[in-house]
């Protein structure tokens, strides 16, 4: 059965070079045990959606929120789906510097990625949008 989960959290450490580590992780140990995803990550937040196997969805989502990478852990949205929306990504990247902050404003009342403040249906809304307007790094 496949599954979804969307969730946003905040980076412990906001250099690029520790953001480059969780994609880098992500991109080596997801393909292993099938789930896909893509990542947002702007103004030391993350918005992320994993696709896969429910229990290897539920297993890696348990081990965001153990990470010490990673701090206010939320649960955003979790359904069983009938087909991947980002398959074709081990863990891909929206690059928000080529983003129009038109598209934020679509989804929230100011122009810039703030999660929290939506629900899970919007964010999932956002982060489709997102995937298919911005550039998106390391379709692996």
Known sequence: MLVRLLYASRAVDTS?????SILSQSREHNPASGITGVLCYGAGIFLQAIEGGRNQVSDLFGQIQRDARHKDVVLLQFEEILERRFGGWSMGQVN???LNHATLLKYSEKPELDPYALSGKVSLALLEDLAATAAVCGRV
């Open 16 to 20: 690029p070079g520790a953001i480059e």
């Open 96 to 98: 928000l510097s080529k």
